[in-house]
């Protein structure tokens, strides 16, 4: 284990690589973690690892960061990129349809993210490709998402983000984030319920044959099932032999958020106005339920800000579909 991070970063001993060979994003990346790993030592008095080590009152909790924060550095070194499997992503995916650290430090600020707790990409190149199958069958694209919890380790909730994203959508000239709030501003989903940290793969419309749908059937009901969004999906999950327990429905803020990123990331990527927004034109039905009873259904993502409202099961509407979201096949990653 190295004894000083900032040597680590400068001098890079272990692969007999140097700092200023390395690419920009990794050596800025490369410094966060040394930052970091500093920190933990001034909390202990510490200078290097070694005295770390002989703290005893160093906590289970420091030791194991210290440790992840270190291994992020090797893998990012060696591997010569920030977030091991991105860039194979980005090959199979294309660039703007991958969002990592870096989008979401231009959404959320620079910091944000913390890096320690970013997890591997769980998603392998096969699960990867499958997404061109799909746009090729349903013509549905997917995107890949890192989702993040808030600076202090809480979880990102709506309420938080929307402070957060209005601030950059005000400073590249993109209008507003979310059109009104007021009716869900004491809800639980808006502000209690938020985002941790984990990869996504998460469609960028909503699937074929989900509009103007009931949102889903039970006993008693007057409609059948066929007639809902839940049917829509298992036939999505068919055609494309995508087993139905491995697609969910995002929840609503999952849902923005991905939105909101994907709208900032490809601003910055095509230029100020070429912004690719989602959900401009449809609505998203998700499963979470607000205090009055009905199911949250968020889109219509413009530039007058995407609306968040609600309806219950029974409702149909044209514009109103359901996004999924889709689990790896398998649990190895493109971080082995």
Known sequence: MPTNPFETASNLTASHIRRQDLPTHVRKYADKLAAQIKEIYAKYGAKNFEELKENKKLSAQDARKVADLFKAFQKAVEKNEV??????????????NVHGIEDIEAMLGEGFVDISKVPPIPYTPEDLAKSKEIKEKTGVEEMLVLFVADKDGTPLTGERMNGLIQAEYTKLGLSKFLFNTDWCKNEDFFTKLGLRYEWKLISKQTIPGSKD????????????HQDTQEFAIEEYAKKLDIPRDQLHRPEPFQMLYATALHLIATEHLNGKGKGERILKDEYHWSDVVSS????????????????VGRGSRGRRVGYLGVCVSREPFSTKSLDT
Not at 83 to 96: M, N, T, W
Not at 213 to 224: A, I, Q, S, V
């Open 83 to 96: 977030e091991p499997g991105l860039q194979e992503a980005i090959e199979i995916l294309d660039r703007e």
């Open 213 to 224: 749908k009931r949102h889903n059937h039970e006993p008693g009901d007057t409609f059948t």
């Open 292 to 307: 009055g009873g009905g199911s949250v259904y968020v889109g219509y993502a413009g530039a007058v800000g995407a609306g």
